[in-house]
């Protein structure tokens, strides 16, 4: 079994990155995740991220697509793609199903309060949807549940927000550990 040529890239730019790191300060170690933010992620990239919202949601929405696009990440909109009132349900259900069955590298849900699609998505075996107000809570969603849905309080939230909120969710590892065996016990 023979490495690709892609695969053999991967792993130089994985080794070179974490040599560089050793050099470097925590400051730079975060610009550095900000400046290669496919290398630093948990999450297969390969795949697209599912991200949907409700008509409370879309302005959010629309930004966090300019934030996937500007870093070259593949996306997959579910929906809403407009202003007009619509179910959250209609729009979590997909996500959640594109996530569940290895459709989508991870998903991003956004309505006004987040509660909504959260709920819906928690619904989907496999699914851990974690609702996120803040960088810190991002980050502990991946590391002591890792959620593999960030969902986002639109109305809440103020502009740049979700965009770290979202880099810090795609770029933290789940820590595993005691934690695993912890969210070894959500599903029924």
């Known amino acids: 079994m023979g490495f690709s040529i892609e695969d053999s890239f991967y792993c130089f730019q994985t080794i070179y990155v974490l040599n560089l790191l050793s050099y470097y300060s925590l400051r730079n170690y975060q610009l550095s995740i900000k400046k290669y933010p496919l290398l630093m992620s948990p999450f297969n990239l390969k795949l697209p991220v599912a991200i949907g919202c409700d008509h409370a949601g879309f302005d959010c ?103 770290k909120m979202l880099d810090t969710f795609m770029n933290t590892a789940f820590e595993g550990g005691r934690h695993a065996s912890r969210v070894g016990k959500i599903a029924c």
């Open 61 to 163: 929405k629309e930004d966090l697509i300019s934030f996937l696009e500007a870093r070259g990440i593949v996306f997959k909109d579910f929906g809403t793609y407009n202003k007009d009132s619509v179910d959250y349900p209609d729009f979590a259900h997909p996500v959640a199903s594109a996530v569940e069955k290895g459709e989508a590298a991870f998903g991003i849900l956004l309505c006004g309060s987040a509660n909504g699609v959260a709920i819906t998505a928690n619904k989907h075996q496999g699914i851990r949807a974690g609702l996120c107000w803040g960088d810190e809570i991002a980050e502990l969603v991946r590391k002591h549940n890792d959620a593999n849905i960030i969902c986002i309080p639109a109305r809440f939230v103020r502009d740049g927000d979700a965009e």
